[in-house]
């Protein structure tokens, strides 16, 4: 197969089929027709020698070869629009720019309010989209610039992906103020056993820190509910005797007592990643700087 036997606006349809996983779709994406998108396919499935796509209810599943070159083929497209669009400089009161992010529910609602804020004060038509993108797709993503930065405890472990810690902060037991542990000056081993707790995960099953740092002491705490996001937990406090184990600086800003774990365990860590292609970008210097500056406010707040 020689490249200059292929249209390249064919890969950018082959993209957009993959993502959307539909033939319609996929045409409103890149914004031409479903018969024009079903002749690129065909023109794709004679160059690759393959079905590239199997047609599956409403919608396409890729075949083991699409899966095999869709990440050669996202990089190869993600530098020719970089090389395209990449600016030499970036002024960000009259940049137009977009950023995608990756967070978690607790990362949106710890900075976003104070990022926006910065953002919407220096570069008003700057534009920034977060939703959270899985660790398995991660560093896929962001090597497609289909991230710029991405907020995680596990972010991938590859040389190409940069990253730093951005936030630290120690595990307490929260809960409402009118507590009955609001009157108690430290909490034992077992009380915190004894009490009923919500567990916050993404995942439907499996440990926290706090659970392994329990099972150290071949200790188990009793979860009465499990949920996947944080930001619900405060009103369910609020109307109940229930406590979260979360970071001090979710309870200050949540407002809920809290007292120190009565056993070690450590502490929460959140890194920002991006791409090693981006290092010189002046637009992700800029927003990184923002991002930090956003995450330091947050825990000093």
């Known amino acids: 197969m020689k490249l200059n036997n292929l249209d390249l606006n064919l890969l950018v349809i082959f993209n957009a089929i993959y993502s959307e996983g539909s033939l319609t779709k996929a045409g409103e994406l890149v914004g031409i027709t479903q018969p024009a998108v079903s002749s690129a396919l065909a023109k794709l499935r004679e160059y690759f020698d393959d079905q590239l796509f199997i047609r599956v209810g409403q919608g396409v599943k890729p075949t083991a070869k699409t899966e095999n070159i869709i990440i050669h083929v996202r990089e190869a497209l993600s530098i020719l629009q970089r090389s395209l669009e990449k600016p030499d400089s970036f002024d960000p009161s009259v940049s137009s720019r977009k950023f995608r992010l990756s967070l978690n529910d607790i990362s949106e609602g710890r900075i976003l309010p104070i990022l926006m804020q910065k953002v919407h004060e220096a570069a008003p038509n700057v534009k920034l989209s977060s939703y959270y993108t899985s660790r398995e797709d991660l560093k896929h993503a962001m090597a497609a610039n289909e991230v710029s930065f991405a907020v995680d405890p596990?972010?991938?472990?590859?040389?190409?992906?940069?990253?730093e810690l951005i936030f630290e902060d120690i595990f307490v037991c929260g809960f409402r103020k009118d507590h009955k542990l609001a009157k108690e000056k430290n909490i034992s081993i077992e009380q915190y056993l004894d009490l009923d707790h919500i567990k916050m995960s993404a995942r439907s099953q499996g440990?926290?820190?706090?659970?392994?740092?329990?099972?150290?002491?071949q200790l188990d705490r009793k979860v009465i509910l499990r949920a996947q996001h944080y930001l619900v937990s405060p009103e369910i406090?609020?109307?109940?005797?229930?406590?979260?184990?979360?970071?001090?600086s979710f309870a200050n800003k949540h407002d809920l007592a809290f007292k120190t774990l009565p056993f070690e365990v450590a502490p929460s860590q959140f890194f920002l990643a991006w791409h090693e292609s981006n290092d010189n970008d002046p637009g992700h210097i800029w927003l990184k700087k923002l991002i930090k500056q956003s995450f330091a406010q947050a825990k000093s707040d």
Do not use: G, Q
């Not at 596990?154 to 990253?163: A, L, M, N």
């Not at 659970?211 to 150290?216: E, G, H, R, T, V």
């Not at 406090?237 to 001090?248: A, E, G, P, Q």
């Open 237 to 248: 406090l609020n109307s109940t005797d229930m406590v979260l184990t979360c970071t001090k």
């Open 154 to 163: 596990f972010p991938p472990s590859d040389s190409e992906i940069k990253k």
């Open 207 to 217: 440990a926290a820190l706090v659970d392994n740092a329990l099972a150290k002491l």
